[in-house]
């Protein structure tokens, strides 16, 4: 096991921020950076008096002048608005870290490493994706494929107590949540709600790597991965192909099935006529209060229209519904999600979320799993010493790297 630290940023960047802010620190003097860094740090309020960063339109001219206010907007401005300025301190720490930028006579200049992240170079963006532990990310993504981050913390933690200086379960949880972000912004994994899969890409970019302490795979469990998520693919076509070949009062009475799995009550499905356009109606706990919900079926792989959102909104008082929801194999047009949000709004459940939905709950598809060995790093470096120690403060405070 390597006794190097990793996994050292806690502010991780998605790569895109990362490249905005390389450019624009590129050429620009360090104390000038180090000034922005500060007037931002100085006005993080409180608690009970936050700061709104939302907006840098706003809040650069309200909150900077001179030489500061024209850098932050040039991060903002020039970076196509990628980079919030109020996000800059993350790849600060990540830039001078990992040498993308030196300093020559107090100025930042591109290093060779840099100009080669900058355009996408495989080998050096393996090399970042390596120290801040992308590699085993995906690999935990891909065995639990798809899967909440509630699914991935366990083993994440486990693999940060062995390689990385944090200790505590919030430090876990957002170094996790930031790497999904990342792996998103790529295309590496793919993000529906609060599910996350991972994608042909990122199979082919996480076979890449070499199976190292990193986490990387071997090429054994790389194999399997792709067995796996083929299989996958291949039951999740059927699994579509058998819901189609439901006629459309079977398929009521699978969404009648999905919600009992989800905890609904007094499932009822309507009659042919006089429904209003409901197929199903259902009474569900929110919070201490039990509301009743319709919902229309729309057993088809087309379109739906706003018309059908409006429709449906209209049957809510006779049925007695404070909520409303369409399901459908197929998808839903802009203006069909532009009417779903007037009040009050309709919950869109498209052909994807129905899938999700389903292997969440296992209706109609089981989920199987299958054991993999893996020597637990973590719980050797928690009982018998973990990783080697850093200079206190590395990443976790003002300063430089």
């Known amino acids: 096991m390597n006794t190097t630290p990793i996994v050292r940023a806690p502010l991780f960047m998605t790569y895109a921020e990362l490249r905005c802010a390389l450019r624009a620190m590129e050429a620009m003097p360090v104390k000038l950076v180090k000034d922005l860094l500060s007037a931002i740090h100085a006005q993080t309020g409180t608690p009970q008096n936050p700061v709104d960063w939302s907006d840098p339109d706003r809040w650069i001219p309200e909150r900077l002048s ?19 300025p109020r996000h800059l301190y993350g790849s600060y720490l990540l830039i001078n870290r990992v040498g993308l930028l030196e300093k020559v006579n107090g100025i930042y200049r591109m290093t060779p490493r840099g100009k080669a992240f900058l355009v996408n170079d495989e080998g050096v963006v393996r090399q970042l994706d390596e120290v801040e532990g992308i590699p ?25 107590r062995a390689v990385s200086l944090f200790k505590t379960p919030g430090g876990f949880a957002y170094t996790l949540s930031r790497r999904i972000a990342n792996l998103s912004e790529r295309g590496l994994v793919a993000r529906d709600g609060n599910t996350t899969a991972i994608t042909a890409e990122g199979l082919a970019w996480l076979k890449g790597f070499a199976s190292t302490a990193t986490g990387a795979p071997s090429s054994k469990q790389t194999t399997v991965m792709e067995a796996a998520k083929a299989h996958n ?39 042919a006529t006089g429904d209003k356009g409901v197929d199903v109606v259902a009474r569900v706990q929110l919070g201490i209060t039990e509301i009743t919900e319709v919902v229309q079926v729309k057993r088809t792989e087309g379109s739906i229209s706003r018309e059908i959102v409006d429709k ?11 909520r409303g929801t369409i399901i459908s194999l197929g998808s839903f047009p802009k203006g069909a999600r532009e009417g779903a949000l007037f009040m009050p709004p309709i919950t869109l459940i498209d052909g994807k979320r129905l899938l999700d939905l389903c292997i969440r709950h296992q209706v109609g598809i089981t989920r199987r799993t299958v054991d993999i060995f893996e020597v637990n790093e973590g719980f050797f470096a928690q009982k018998f010493g973990s990783a080697e ?13």
């Not at 085993?136 to 940060?160: F, N, Q, T």
């Open 389 to 401: 120690e850093v200079p206190a403060g590395d990443d976790m405070e003002m300063g430089e790297e």
């Open 312 to 322: 449906l909104r209209g049957a809510l008082p006779y049925h007695k519904a404070i």
């Open 233 to 271: 693919d291949e039951q999740l076509d059927a699994f579509k192909t058998r819901l189609m070949g439901l006629d459309p009062y079977q398929f009521e009475h699978f969404v009648k099935e999905l919600l009992e799995a989800m905890d609904y009550e007094d499932i009822q499905v309507t009659k």
């Open 136 to 160: 085993k990310l995906l690999s935990l993504i891909a065995e639990r494929s798809p899967c909440k981050r509630g699914d991935l913390l366990p083993a994440w933690s486990d693999y940060m």
């Open 66 to 84: 001179g030489d500061v206010q024209n850098f932050a907007r040039k991060i903002w401005e020039q970076g196509g608005k990628v980079l919030n």
